[in-house]
């Protein structure tokens, strides 16, 4: 029997996370200002990532190493504002979970406590288990990620599949399994294959999110700005582009310079007029 989705005026929570694991399909789209997270959650998504993806959507980098725990508090908090049914999750930043796990805690805990995230997301598998334990033992919900971590391109040698051979697979299995007993409600998996991802699917009992992983797992997360088509710097090829917002924001643009160059606008119906004196 499918799990029915919280009702519009019900908040996601965790619990209703995990209890949809092989009940029904999950969505997460990405956020990063109040406006944005505005439309999102109305359109009835279960989760709103304020990804670290921002340093390249939102600010312009290169890679997402860039972005700091500041600016991902202060974005987190812009979309908290906005997202009243969605569960939002805060993207924790490359060094800010890595260097030791009283750091991770701390800084997990800012998410909840400055910015009003209901959980946080993290990248890694054996090597970030003992922060995802201790954040988890602290009370704060924690997102797995495996696969094409972004943090890590230094190391994986750029925007590459993950998992292709038999031993890369079965080690992002074991690191699977080893967040979910770690604790971890939720897994995102990038850029895997699809058979891996689906056998990864069926053996945790939590629920995998995938992006460029197939269709197997528990739920489906994009970039809410490549979903749109307001990014173009480069559209992999896991994205399918719902609009061209950047195409039509351009012609909006254009047609607002050309009336104000021939003198278009504005007109008598955007302007005020002096209130006659009564005699």
């Known amino acids: 029997m499918a799990e029915k989705a919280p009702k519009p005026d019900e908040r996601v929570t965790v619990p209703s996370i995990l209890a949809a694991k092989g009940r029904r399909k999950l969505t997460m789209l990405t956020a990063y200002d109040y406006l944005t997270a505005l439309w999102v959650d109305r359109s009835g998504v279960d989760m709103i990532l304020v990804g670290d993806s921002l340093a390249m959507v939102m600010l312009g980098h290169e890679d997402t190493l860039s972005v700091t725990m500041e600016e991902m508090l202060h974005h987190t908090r812009a979309v ?145 700005h490549d979903l749109a088509g307001l990014f173009d710097r480069f559209v992999p090829r896991f ?18 310079r050309e009336e104000v160059e021939s003198g278009a606008f504005p007109g008598p119906e955007h302007s005020f007029g002096l209130s006659k004196k009564g005699g």
Do not use: W
């Open 239 to 256: 994205v399918k582009q719902y609009d061209q917002l950047g195409a039509r924001l351009l012609e909006a643009a254009r047609r607002y």
């Open 80 to 224: 908290t504002r906005g997202a009243k049914r969605a569960l939002v999750i805060g993207d924790m930043p490359f060094l800010s979970y890595q260097v030791s796990v009283e750091q991770a805690v701390e800084n997990a805990g800012r998410f909840l406590k400055e910015a009003r995230a209901q959980a946080v997301k993290l990248e890694g598998g054996a090597s970030v288990l003992r922060q995802v334990e201790a954040i988890v033992k602290a009370g704060i919900p924690v997102q797995g990620h495996l696969g094409l971590t972004p943090q890590s391109i230094a190391q994986l040698g750029g925007f590459k599949v993950q998992g292709k051979d038999e031993e890369a697979a079965r080690r992002l299995l074991d690191d699977a399994l080893a967040l979910s007993d770690a604790g971890c409600f939720s897994l995102v998996l990038e850029a895997v294959p699809a058979p891996v991802a689906e056998k990864i699917t069926r053996s945790v009992p939590i629920p995998t999110v995938g992006i460029g992983a197939g269709p197997a797992c528990d739920g489906q997360v994009l970039v809410t």
